[in-house]
């Protein structure tokens, strides 16, 4: 289930409200838009019950970023996992981020795999 597509030659960073944009239309419940200097963020924190458990979640972030080629900025303490996404070629974010956040829930929330 291939989720990202190649970078076009002459892809850019989506500016700011076009990513608005792009969050409303994939309907990603909880994803926030963060700015870091000029970059712009995709993040979400997923509340857990334990460090372990935070930890298995972002195995499972890990597998999908592997299998897509594709790495987000995770972050884990107990109770929590962080989870940002953005394309570090553009140096911001580009429709395979929303995708990859839409499949971060789905893998998450299914409890399915990617094999």
């Not at 989506?14 to 995709?42: I, M």
Request: glycine share 6%.
């Amino acid at each position: 289930m291939p989720v990202c597509q190649p970078l076009a030659a002459d892809a850019r960073a989506l500016l700011e409200a076009e990513a608005r944009t792009q969050l409303a239309l994939h309907r990603l419940q909880g994803w926030q838009l963060l700015q870091e200097g000029n970059c712009w963020r995709l993040l979400k924190t997923y509340p857990t019950a334990s460090f372990a458990q935070a930890l298995a979640l972002a195995q499972r972030i890990g597998w999908l970023a592997e299998h897509e080629n594709h790495h987000p900025e995770l972050t884990i303490a107990w109770g929590r996992c962080t989870v940002a996404w953005w394309t570090t070629r553009l140096n911001g974010l580009h429709e395979n981020d929303f995708l990859m956040a839409s499949a971060t829930d789905e893998v998450l929330f299914s409890g399915r795999d990617l094999s």
